[in-house]
């Protein structure tokens, strides 16, 4: 096999892979507003772009926020609750194995002191403390309470505290979707 094909071939793989992110996402973004339960918070998946690196060249990393319907909206566009974040993650070295789904729940401080919606270059602020915080694992959950508030909650818009759960992205099927996504932000977000 040639060295052509097999960078042809490779391509093709990212492309039906991009492919099928984008049906999950389109999925999620149908299914909460059918379903009312999440409200999608931003319109635009959450992405980490940038010509001077070629990591910035592909997208590995895909977000979705959304938020309780039952929370009260604010002015800002956002709601006065916790933001549940999606996120897809095709390659991260040294932390999964397998491309894998990060199903989480972020709480801030003030999110009523927020502006309006953020851009899909607001990546990093949902990402990063998934990769840069250091977790507490408890069966099959992990959280972390942001500890240096004056720095890293800052930086993070007020942050106070992650709690998520994550599954290989190849266990999510048609017939699952929305169980496993909806249903653990159901169980992130606790007794009603």
């Not at 992110?21 to 635009?44: R, W």
């Not at 010509?51 to 006065?80: C, H, T």
């Not at 990060?102 to 990402?127: L, T, V």
């Not at 500890?147 to 992205?169: A, C, H, K, Q, S």
Request: hydrophobic share 40%.
């Amino acid at each position: 096999m040639s060295l052509g094909k097999n960078i042809r071939d490779a391509f093709d793989v990212v492309r039906q892979t991009y492919d099928n992110v984008n049906k999950l996402m389109d999925y999620c973004k149908a299914a909460a507003s059918q379903n009312g339960e999440f409200v999608l918070a931003t319109p635009k998946f959450l992405r980490y772009k940038s010509d001077m690196y070629v990591s910035g060249w592909y997208i590995s990393s895909f977000i979705l926020l959304f938020q309780d319907a039952k929370d009260r909206p604010l002015e800002n566009s956002w709601r006065d609750g916790p933001v549940y974040v999606l996120e897809i993650n095709l390659f991260q070295p040294g932390v999964y194995d397998v491309p894998t789904v990060n199903i989480a729940k972020y709480e801030y401080a003030d999110i009523q002191s927020w502006s309006g919606a953020c851009s899909p270059a607001d990546h990093w602020i949902f990402s990063d403390p998934l990769y840069n915080l250091e977790f507490e694992q408890e069966d099959a959950i992990y959280s972390a309470n942001v500890v240096d508030i004056e720095n890293i909650g800052r930086r993070y818009w007020g942050l106070r505290r992650i709690i998520g759960i994550d599954t290989p992205l190849t266990e999510i099927t048609n017939e699952n979707a929305y169980e496993t996504i909806f249903g653990g932000f159901r169980s992130l977000r606790g007794p009603e």
